[in-house]
């Protein structure tokens, strides 16, 4: 009994050295690959082995008793770990009714994965289980196989077992990710295609696997070719590097932190466990690890927060308070009075104007009628409004995907103001009134054609204020995020018959249109091919709602309603294809995100275009201008565009870019000043950039602390004016 204890613990202590030597070495490795990516290798490699080691010793302890079960000598297991053969033969004949409930799960999960009444996180605990379920069945079916292959009905080891499971895990995984669309529709087993899509992160994944597999190798070698004392000194070192690593990371500084939020990886995600852990205030930031909390027993003093100026407190962590400024809030709507008499330029503007209003879901900047260097003659129907238009050449979004721009531009409110609750897809609360209600409202024709469920569903706000709203040419299975279908043509059909349907219309109409079709997924169309490429696909995109475009345009100039019908072209946000090594959006304020399309067309106003900095937040202010809607109750942020297009001096003014948390991602905010552009997270710089200078943002100003104090303060006194609400969770 005693040799057997010793044996055991002799045992146990080489898989741990082991297992520890492994996975710290492969921890090493992983950590200095995620700090070379984060852009410092020097300063970032201590910290993220730091982060690194820590899981390291978890993994080594687990695997450990993994060793243990699989191959240490039969007589060193205890008696828990070997099953009956009736019971195990039970289980495989279970094997078949798991597989047929989970197919049954499957369904299911489609059907709830592709609902807009579930929570994205219940969706993903029902995916689990259907996954779990599949394991099962599937394990013990190669369980039966592996016995039927041994020539004999004997009971499998323990390690065919482990062996079984494993092959139905990476095997049945990877056939549902290979079979399954990117956009998660289309069958039970396609909702596992998603993890074939471009945007995933799946860096932190990879890097956990090398370590565990280092750690697996390592323990494997010392319980079967011994641990010398070389390895034993190499673990020492190791470890020692480990708990220095980890002091280094408690004491990161913000700039380092930033670099590891940016770049996804391993040591990011354990970083944002380690500030969680030690947010000691629970405002959200911590005091360690580079939060940069400066007090962290006062709630109300973080990097995020709203300094009062005056008070005798640093309530940002600026390291100073905020001076007593004379701030100038944001500029409310220029929009008509009660009776509609405003004469001087516009009376120039169409009696009785109508407003066709076409947004294009993920639409980039860089088209033809923008003077881009890649023109494949993508917009040929846009560039030609383009040419008898006011073109906006540096127009803004709100945010960098749709829920967080198109809402609030419709609204008229930056992001952070409406009530909202906190969900990926936000929806808007009732008291909030979007444009379309308040046209209705002042007797205005409201239709809508749309064939994304988001704009159509009860329950978000998009769906208010409409005499009609059309939704014929939605899909059957709604998508969630990605769509693998296509129906720009269906979106122009049901256009063209609003439209027959207002050429008659005694009262001025709002009509808005929108597609989605260059929103991933991108399907290619036989009549745009431009070659097999992610990029390729999107511009085939870009040219089919081009065309659809074009025939709403066509029809609109046949309509006895053209010549008071003004016209206006934009999208919600952009879209990235590897630049600042991005996929797609919804994450960061990077030009090729935030920067979008916009054409105002009004009959009878000569073409122009603007080079000063505009934003969405004009649309709604806008839309009330050119109906002659005065503003009543709730408060409407921006200024008409209306000034430009009738021949007004464009002045500059500030462009805010606001984009608050959600569920998938952190805050990001971007301030325009000039030529220089000031990116914030929570308070904290990740970039200045002098556009005029850097378009293509490469060259970060921001260790230039005289310049960036300037632009802050000046967005300082611009946040001043908003009224924030907290999303509702």
């Known amino acids: 009994m005693a040799s057997g204890s010793k044996a055991t613990a002799q045992f146990l202590a080489q898989a741990f050295a082991g297992a520890c030597l492994g996975a710290l070495g492969s921890a090493g490795f992983v950590g200095a690959f995620e700090a070379q990516r984060a852009g410092d290798l020097g300063r970032d490699l201590a910290p993220a082995f730091g982060l690194l080691g820590p899981l390291a010793l978890g993994v ?3 695997l450990t008793a993994w060793l243990w079960a699989l191959h240490a000598p039969s007589r060193l297991r205890l008696g828990l770990l070997l099953e009956s053969a009736k019971r195990r033969h039970r289980l495989v004949l279970l ?3 798991l597989l047929v409930g989970w197919f049954v799960l499957g369904h299911v999960a489609r059907e709830v994965f592709t609902s807009v009444a579930l929570a994205p996180q219940r969706v993903g605990v029902l995916l689990g289980a259907v996954t ?9 079916a190669l369980e039966l196989w592996a016995t039927r292959l041994s020539r004999s009905m004997a009971r499998p080891s323990l390690r065919t077992c482990a062996l079984s499971l494993f092959l139905s895990l990476v095997g049945g995984i990877s056939l549902l990710v290979f079979v399954g669309e990117t956009s998660g529709t289309g069958g039970s087993w396609a909702l596992f295609g998603v993890l074939r899509r471009e945007e995933l992160q799946l860096a932190p994944a990879v890097a956990l696997v090398a370590i565990l597999l280092g750690g697996y190798a390592g323990g494997l070698l010392a319980v079967r070719a011994g641990l010398g004392r070389r390895a034993l000194l190499a673990l020492g070192g ?23 939020e940016r770049s996804p990886s391993l040591s990011g995600s354990l970083l944002a466990l380690a500030q969680s852990w030690s947010d000691g205030d629970g405002d959200g930031h911590s005091a360690h690890f580079g939060g940069g909390d400066c007090n962290d027993a006062a709630p109300d003093e973080h990097p995020g927060a709203i300094d009062l100026p005056a008070n005798g407190r640093d309530e940002d962590c600026s390291g100073a308070d905020a001076a007593q400024t004379a701030v100038s809030a944001p500029s409310s709507a220029q929009t008509l009075d009660a009776a509609g008499q405003t004469g001087g330029p516009r009376a120039s503007l169409p009696a009785g104007a109508n407003v066709l209003l076409l947004t294009v879901d993920t639409l980039r900047f860089d088209l033809g009628f923008t003077r881009s260097p890649k023109d494949r003659n993508l917009s040929p129907h846009l560039d030609e409004l383009a040419s008898r238009s006011t073109v906006f050449e540096s127009a803004y979004s709100l945010a960098s995907y749709t829920s967080k721009s198109l809402g609030p531009a419709l609204i008229g409110r930056y992001p952070s103001e409406t009530a909202r609750n906190f969900d990926h897809f936000d929806r808007f609360a009732p008291e909030v009134p979007f444009v ?4 209705q409202k002042a007797g205005i024709t409201t239709s809508a054609v749309q064939g994304y469920w988001y704009f159509f569903a009860k329950g978000y706000g998009f769906e208010r204020g409409w005499d009609s709203l059309d939704s014929e040419a939605a899909p059957r299975y709604i998508s969630v995020d990605a769509d693998a279908s296509s129906n720009g043509d269906k979106v122009g059909d049901r256009l063209l018959a609003a439209l027959d349907a207002l050429k008659t219309n005694p009262k001025p109409f709002f009509l808005w249109g929108h597609w989605v079709d260059p929103h991933a997924e991108y399907v290619r169309h036989e009549k745009y091919q431009f070659g097999r490429e992610s990029r390729d ?19 609109l100039a046949e309509s006895p309603q053209a010549a008071k019908t003004i016209v206006i072209v934009t999208s919600d946000h952009g879209e990235a294809f590897g630049e600042h090594g991005l996929i797609r959006h919804g994450f960061e304020l990077w030009e090729e995100l935030v920067h979008v399309p916009l054409i105002i067309y009004v009959p009878g106003q000569p073409p122009r275009r603007i080079t000063a900095r505009r934003s969405l937040i004009d649309l709604t202010p806008t839309l009330l201008d050119a109906f002659g809607v005065a503003q009543q109750g709730e408060f409407v942020r921006g200024t008409s565009l209306l000034d430009d297009v009738l021949g007004g001096p464009a002045a500059p003014r500030p462009v805010f870019v606001d984009m608050p948390q959600g569920p998938h991602n952190k805050e990001r905010r971007a301030f325009y000043s000039g030529s220089l552009k000031l990116v914030t997270s929570d308070g904290r710089v990740l970039g200045l950039y002098d556009l005029a200078l850097d378009p293509r943002e490469k060259n970060d100003l921001s260790d230039d602390k005289s310049l960036v104090s300037k632009i802050q303060a000046e ?15």
Request: aromatic share 10%; charged share 20%; glycine share 12%.
């Open 537 to 555: 696909k999107y511009d085939g995109e870009v040219a089919f709602v081009d065309e659809q475009i074009g025939r709403v345009l066509a029809a």
């Open 95 to 97: 094997g078949p009714f």
């Open 238 to 260: 190791l470890s020692v590097a480990a708990v220095a690593g980890l002091w280094s990371a408690r004491a990161l500084d913000e700039r380092a932190t930033l670099r590891f």
């Open 60 to 62: 080594a302890i687990a």
């Open 132 to 140: 779990l379920a599949g394991l099962w069945g599937g394990s013990a």
């Open 715 to 729: 967005q300082a006194g611009f946040v001043a004016g908003l009224q924030p609400l907290p999303a509702r969770r």
């Open 436 to 439: 379309q209600e308040r046209l």
